[in-house]
T-cell receptor, first 112, second 113 residues
Framework: GQQVMQIPQYQHVQEGEDFTTYCNSS?????IQWYKQRPGGHPVFLIQ?????EVKKQKRLTFQFGEAKKNSSLHITATQTTDVGTYFC????????????FGQGTRLTINP | NAGVTQTPKFQVLKTGQSMTLQCAQDMNHEYMSWYRQDPGMGLRLIHYSVGAGITDQGEVPNGYNVSRSTTEDFPLRLLSAAPSQTSVYFC????????????FGPGTRLTVT
């Protein structure tokens, strides 16, 4: 079945360092979504990427969608303690559908 | 708007017991879904619904039932709880059009002993 793999599973950084998580799909995706889950909380939508090669920025966060629409990345510049949490990517099971398959997530911890 | 609400927040069951996890949303979203979250496994889709009266299975449906009699409510039933169902359960609803953003409830932490 369709799989979405995410690496690394864990990442520990010093505050101020950069952080990147990568997402790879076994199939071409019509779009990819990113979510953030704070410790003890629920996932919160960050962004959706739709176009091949798309790059979107939200302040210190940069999201990319690969040219082949099978991979994506999230890069955080100069991490802050508020960035702590688990970041998930998710793609639709079927082209254009709302039914999502999630990656395993990357848990980010930060040393202040 | 309350968004997506779930009850209870915590539950302990004995093996073989049944129970219903409640989920409600007040955003008039047609699409709703249930996920379970286990360490290192991400979020796995249990069941989903594209509207009242319509439900379908996700990745891990065994041991769970759902129904959708109204747009607002989407309860998840555990028929005969097993220790393997110890998990955190999230209900979500989705906007009807792009970007199909999913709004998650606060979750139910279930322990089966």
């Amino acid at each position: 079945g369709q799989q979405v793999m995410q690496i690394p599973q864990y990442q520990h950084v010093q505050e101020g360092e950069d952080f990147t998580t990568y997402c790879n799909s076994s199939t071409t995706l019509s779009n990819i979504q990113w979510y953030k889950q704070r410790p003890g909380g629920h996932p919160v939508f960050l962004i959706q990427l739709v176009k091949s090669g798309e790059v979107k920025k939200q302040k210190r966060l940069t999201f990319q969608f690969g040219e082949a629409k099978k991979n994506s990345s999230l890069h955080i510049t100069a991490t802050q303690t508020t960035d702590v949490g688990t970041y998930f990517c998710a793609g639709p099971f079927i082209q254009g559908a709302q039914k999502l398959v999630f990656g395993q997530g990357t848990r980010l911890t930060i040393n202040p | 708007n309350a968004g997506v609400t779930q009850t209870p927040k915590f539950q302990v069951l004995k093996t073989g017991q049944s129970m219903t996890l409640q989920c409600a949303q007040d955003m008039n979203h047609e699409y709703m879904s249930w996920y379970r979250q286990d360490p290192g496994m991400g979020l796995r889709l249990i069941h989903y619904s594209v509207g009242a009266g319509i439900t379908d299975q996700g990745e891990v449906p065994n041991g769970y039932n759902v129904s959708r009699s109204t747009t607002e409510d989407f309860p998840l039933r555990l028929l005969s709880a097993a220790p393997s169902q110890t998990s955190v359960y999230f209900c979500a609803s989705s906007t009807p059009g792009p970007p199909y953003e999913q709004y998650f409830g606060p979750g139910t932490r279930l322990t089966v002993t």
